[in-house]
Nanobody, 115 residues
């Protein structure tokens, strides 16, 4: 059973923008925090951005000022607007949803930025 469904990845050029979207199954409730993580080849998975139920967001230093996370609590969705993309943003991006007792992960969506 698919719990988190991601979309929006792709191949872009440096400087372009891209928006990632993630929809969580209604069975995942209540979602305290939603977020995006990424994993580049040969590197560990790292936090990109998170957002609480009330809308408080947190960003990795490397994406501050370029990426914006948002969520729709009624639809159980989270989005990541990525502006001014850089080659080093190339990675598989994973959606995450945290309830009070469990962490859910999406399958991942590839973002490739050509320099």
């Amino acid at each position: 059973q698919v719990q988190l469904t991601e979309s929006g990845g792709g191949l872009v050029q440096a400087g372009d923008s891209l928006t990632l979207s993630c929809a969580a199954s209604r069975s995942i409730f209540p979602i305290v925090t939603m977020g995006w993580y990424r994993q580049a080849p040969g590197k560990q998975r790292e936090l990109v951005a998170t957002i609480s139920y009330s809308g408080t967001s947190n960003y990795a230093d490397s994406v501050k000022g370029r990426f914006t996370i948002s969520r729709d609590n009624a639809r159980n969705t989270v989005a990541l607007l990525m502006n001014s993309l850089k080659f080093e943003d190339t990675a598989v991006y994973y959606c995450n949803a945290l309830t009070g007792s469990r962490s859910y992960w999406g399958q991942g969506t590839q973002v490739t930025v050509s320099s």
